[in-house]
């Protein structure tokens, strides 16, 4: 289970989407000349998606394939290295008892925790993430996001996800953004960096759509709905649009880029929902922890709960899985 979310010999990108970045009137004519969101027509086919039913075989499969995509986290004030040692425990046996149970993509700490984490995880093929640039408001220095971010890497994070500058974007200061989100991906070497939009702050559908690109030029892996702390956190609806955004980047460069919902994603048929989004909108080729991943830990729980009931033919209720 790796995180790798561009392909070694992807092509360059294509001049038009290089000189879109070759200076701020350049990069506000670009973003601003994107297609404007249809908010009706986003909302229905969100809704739509939202219905379709799995059949009992292609569940357990989609059950599976979820856990495989969880980022279990951990991010409190209270946060102890036992906790974190306890969650890297359940990152690489979800379910103790049923041994065929996937592991989960990675689990997401803040910066100190990170060595802990990259100890307890140490080849189990589990990613440690770590939150950094002031999480999860943001509201620092450059220099201290850039120090965040280093602390976090030389402590052995296989992923950073940063926070984007909110009020610098809603003032249109997109260059702003695009040079810090360049400067954190520089200070993260090896290491993959998903952006975190904060999509419940940013007002309007077309400013999701104008940040999944910024995001995407300025060369991050990954493209975040939220950090958890905000709401409206993830929805179907902003989903679909960062899904179109990385399917669009990726028929232009060929190069892939993956997308985390975050937030309020908290049963199996919320999950079930997102994952008909994800091959319906992106493709089957983004169904997959490289490219697509849940940024909901409470959702791990029912995922294990509902597998059992696969598994066992009945519902097993919250006695048999730890609760987060």
């Known amino acids: 289970m790796t995180a790798t979310t561009s392909t070694s ?21 670009f973003l601003l000349g994107l297609p404007g969101v249809d908010q009706v027509g986003v909302e229905q086919r969100a809704a739509g998606l939202g219905t379709r039913s799995i059949k009992k075989d292609a569940k357990r499969w989609a059950i599976d394939t979820a856990i495989s995509m969880v980022d279990l986290t951990t991010l409190e004030g209270a946060d102890t290295r ?15 008892e049923r041994q065929d149970t996937p592991r989960v993509a990675a689990v997401c700490v803040y ?11 140490e080849g189990s093929g589990v990613h440690v993430a770590s939150v950094a ?25 296989h992923e950073v996800d940063m926070v984007i500058d909110r009020g610098a974007f809603l003032e249109g200061r997109y260059m702003a953004v695009f040079e810090e989100i360049q400067a954190v991906k520089a200070a993260c070497g090896d290491a993959h960096l998903k952006v975190i939009l904060e999509t419940g702050e940013l007002a309007t559908y077309d400013n999701v759509r104008r940040a999944s ?35 669009d980047w990726h028929r232009q460069t060929g190069q892939l880029r993956g997308v985390k919902p975050a937030g309020g994603i908290r049963t199996t048929k919320d999950a079930i929902k997102y994952l008909v989004a994800v091959h319906e909108v992106a493709g089957e ?17 029912d995922l294990l709960l509902q597998r059992r009931t696969q598994v066992d033919g009945h519902y097993s209720g919250p006695d048999y899985v730890t609760v987060d």
């Open 9 to 29: 010999a992807a092509p360059a990108t294509p001049a038009p989407l290089v000189d879109a970045t070759r200076d701020d009137a350049s990069l506000r004519r």
């Open 82 to 96: 036992g906790k974190v040692r306890a969650l890297a425990a359940k990152a690489v046996r979800p379910d103790p």
């Open 111 to 121: 910066p100190d925790m990170v060595a802990t984490a990259v100890e307890a995880l």
């Open 133 to 157: 640039t002031g999480f999860p408001a943001g509201r620092t220095s450059r220099e201290i996001k850039l120090a965040d971010t280093k602390i976090a890497v030389e402590a052995g994070a």
């Open 213 to 247: 690109w910024l995001a995407l030029l300025a060369g991050g892996d990954f493209i975040k709905t939220s950090t958890g702390k905000v709401s409206p956190a993830a929805t179907l609806p902003v989903t679909h649009i960062m899904l179109q955004a990385v399917h």
């Open 285 to 301: 080729q983004w169904l997959t922890p490289d490219l697509f991943r849940f940024g909901a830990s409470s959702l791990l729980n």
